[in-house]
């Protein structure tokens, strides 16, 4: 049988994202290659003894359907992250990436333009490639993204929206400076264009100071985008948007023809760890955890690879972004790394037209230091052979 697929379908690849969480699977893997948090951190204890008050406090009814924004008491706490921010200007999603996803049902007409740093997070990329968009890329530096090539692509394209990550961007791990976003923020008033700001890492700083997001720079005209999955549980799939309320209303349409709602549950659970504080101590708890991975995976980069590789230490987030000089092709190097025992992610999966890539990212928040230590070790042997 012939099966008439959408085309969306027929045209579209099988995710890398899919390529790394089955390697993670493995466990004579050591892996850098996905984006976990440390599962041995995870705070169990703390969840069930907030689960167990939730059927002491409640009657059935909070099993029942309830509406597509969210609870209310999580959405009160999030909204606290903005400043002048009401909670009618927050949703909650079913994760970041439906965030990602209800965005583009609301917005992407087949064909419309979105601009997108270069490199980029690459489950966003295959989504936006699934709605067909046109997508548009700006160099990315370590100070943020070239603001000249910015104007050329909102003059000359109208682009729908610019989704950026600026703060521990992935797979960088760059974050703009405040000049930079401040013209960033110029740009988008004069061609009137939406910032989609995404974050799912900025609470996982280990150096510097806290960075101005473009929802308080320009709160009219950003869609924020945040997550619970780095900071808590990834399986609760917790993540929230904040725009201005015509945004929200059309964005909850969108999301009510999707999946109706979130688990209540769990969105109870998170807003009572954090009405008391126990989510900020888990992060500071999270915090003095990655902080010493990632020292150690910087400290054996520099000792093994020396000048043949170049990378910037990221002051937060869960990734290195690493230029292996000496070999043109990561993939290549990604297929000899496997052979030994190790993965990371090619560069080349991280740009919109996906280029023959020297650079690769490196996860170090899923390995013990002792992993870190040998994974290293293994991904210089493959290097050396190669």
């Not at 951190?41 to 597509?68: C, G, T, V």
């Not at 999030?78 to 927050?90: C, G, V």
């Not at 126990?278 to 991975?293: D, F, G, N, S, V």
């Amino acid at each position: 049988m012939q099966t008439k697929f959408a085309k969306r379908i027929t045209t579209a690849s099988r995710s890398f994202t899919r390529t790394i969480l089955d390697l993670t699977a493995q466990n004579e893997i050591i892996s850098f290659a996905g984006g976990l948090p440390d599962a041995a951190l995870f705070p169990k204890e703390k969840i069930e003894k907030h689960a167990k008050r939730l059927f002491e406090d409640y009657d059935n009814r909070l099993f029942q359907y309830s509406n597509a924004s969210g609870v209310e008491a999580l959405k009160v706490e999030i909204a606290k992250k903005y400043a002048t921010t009401p909670s009618t200007h927050i949703m909650l999603t079913n994760g970041s990436q439906q965030g990602l996803d209800l965005v583009c049902k609301t917005f992407l007409d087949e064909g419309d333009c979105i601009v997108v740093e270069d490199p980029s997070y690459l489950a966003a990329l295959g989504l936006f490639h699934m709605y067909n968009a046109t997508i548009k890329a700006v160099p990315l530096s370590t100070k943020g993204v070239d603001t000249e090539v910015l104007e050329t692509l909102f003059q000359e394209h109208s682009p729908k929206f610019f989704y950026t990550i600026p703060i521990f961007q992935n797979p960088t791990g760059y974050s703009y400076t405040l000049e930079n976003r401040q013209e960033v923020v110029r740009l988008a008033k004069k061609y009137h264009v939406i910032l989609l700001e995404d974050s799912p890492y900025e609470a996982l700083r280990y150096d510097g100071v806290q960075s101005t997001a473009f929802a308080d720079l320009l709160p009219e005209l950003t869609i924020a985008l945040g997550t619970f999955s780095k900071t808590l549980a990834p399986d609760f799939r917790i993540g929230w948007m904040r725009a201005p309320q015509e945004i929200i209303s059309a964005l909850t349409l969108s999301k009510e023809s999707t999946d109706l709602q979130n688990s209540k549950f769990f969105q109870h659970i998170c807003a009572s760890m954090m009405q008391n504080g126990e989510l900020q101590e888990h992060t500071k708890t999270l915090i003095q955890a990655y902080r010493p991975k990632r020292d150690a995976m910087v400290k054996a980069l520099q000792e093994l690879f020396g000048d043949s590789i170049e990378f910037i230490v990221p002051e937060g987030g869960m990734f290195i972004w690493v230029n292996f000089k000496k070999c043109n092709d990561s993939m290549k190097f990604f297929d000899k790394a496997i052979e030994k025992g190790v993965a990371f992610v090619p560069g080349s999966v991280f740009f919109a037209d996906k280029r023959v890539s020297s650079f690769g990212r490196l996860n170090y928040t899923n390995s013990s230091l002792t992993q870190i230590e040998e994974g290293v070790k293994k991904l210089f042997e493959a290097y050396q052979e190669l």
